[in-house]
């Protein structure tokens, strides 16, 4: 049974007031935000700490993401209501969640596969029903597209060709790109058969595996 109550949604609110402060102004992202009951994407001796603005690890390698680097993403995709989106690394679940709370139809892809069905059959029980997938996200998932905003929620080594391929035009794809240990954010707008890039601040993300990104 999922517990939520006042204590907890009294930390969410917190939270959105942090990444208000912190920058982060897109005011459907913050309600979304508000909306997900993130403790319950945790381990029971790590709930004491759900609503600090941390990455935490969800095992196999793996961590939810920090609350201000999902809203960082979320905020520049600019997510529309009915826009179809990729992501890259469902991991928890927690961003998917984020991108259906904005009206998103989401496609996932997780490339481990203890952690894609523990997501798989989680989800679902918070009513959160994107399409999950199983399999190597570098190289996108070509039989759904193209995507209005596709998402990479892991460090790639390079922007993977795949998916700028799938992302419609006009269309935003948004990917963390560097080295295994920190990486520069970049945003591709594809317009008018043109793509022009954006860089912003360093984060640190697990590694994306695959054929496009950092080789097992």
Same mark, same amino acid.
């Not at 690394?89 to 139809?105: D, F």
């Not at 390079?158 to 240990?181: C, F, H, T, Y």
């Given at each position: 049974?999922?517990?939520?109550?006042?204590?907890?949604?009294?930390?969410?609110?917190?939270?959105?007031?942090?990444?208000?402060?912190?920058?982060?102004?897109?005011?459907?992202?913050?309600?979304?935000?508000?909306?997900?009951?993130?403790?319950?994407?945790?381990?029971?001796?790590?709930?004491?700490?759900?609503?600090?603005?941390?990455?935490?690890?969800?095992?196999?390698?793996?961590?939810?993401?920090?609350?201000?680097?999902?809203?960082?993403?979320?905020?520049?995709?600019?997510?529309?209501?009915?826009?179809?989106?990729?992501?890259?690394?469902?991991?928890?679940?927690?961003?998917?969640?984020?991108? =259906? +709370?904005?009206? #998103?139809?989401?496609?996932?892809?997780?490339? /481990?596969? &203890?952690?894609?069905?523990? $997501?798989? !059959?989680?989800?679902?029980?918070?009513?959160?029903?994107?399409?999950?997938?199983?399999?190597?996200?570098?190289?996108?998932?070509?039989?759904?597209?193209?995507?209005?905003?596709?998402?990479?929620?892991?460090?790639?080594?390079?922007?993977?060709?795949?998916?700028?391929?799938?992302?419609?035009?006009?269309?935003?794809?948004?990917?963390?790109?560097?080295? =295994? +240990?920190?990486? #520069?954010?970049?945003?591709?707008?594809?317009? /008018?058969? &043109?793509?022009?890039?954006? $860089?912003? !601040?360093?984060?640190?993300?697990?590694?994306?595996?695959?054929?496009?990104?950092?080789?097992?």
């Amino acid at each position: 049974m999922i517990v939520d109550n006042y204590r907890q949604r009294g930390l969410r609110n917190k939270l959105v007031k942090k990444l208000r402060e912190k920058g982060i102004k897109d005011e459907a992202v913050l309600a979304a935000i508000g909306r997900v009951p993130r403790h319950v994407f945790f381990d029971d001796a790590l709930l004491i700490h759900a609503y600090e603005d941390k990455a935490f690890p969800i095992g196999e390698g793996q961590t939810i993401s920090q609350p201000y680097t999902v809203a960082f993403q979320t905020e520049r995709l600019e997510i529309k209501p009915g826009d179809r989106v990729l992501e890259i690394g469902t991991g928890s679940g927690y961003q998917a969640a984020i991108l =259906l +709370e904005l009206g #998103a139809q989401v496609y996932t892809i997780e490339y /481990n596969q &203890k952690l894609y069905a523990r $997501t798989r !059959d989680f989800l679902p029980t918070l009513g959160y029903k994107p399409f999950f997938l199983s399999g190597d996200g570098s190289k996108g998932y070509p039989a759904k597209a193209p995507y209005d905003k596709i998402i990479v929620t892991a460090g790639a080594p390079v922007i993977p060709d795949a998916l700028v391929s799938q992302l419609k035009d006009p269309g935003k794809l948004i990917v963390p790109v560097g080295n =295994l +240990e920190k990486q #520069a954010m970049y945003l591709v707008t594809k317009k /008018n058969g &043109k793509t022009e890039t954006e $860089t912003f !601040d360093h984060f640190a993300f697990v590694p994306l595996l695959g054929e496009q990104g950092w080789k097992k």
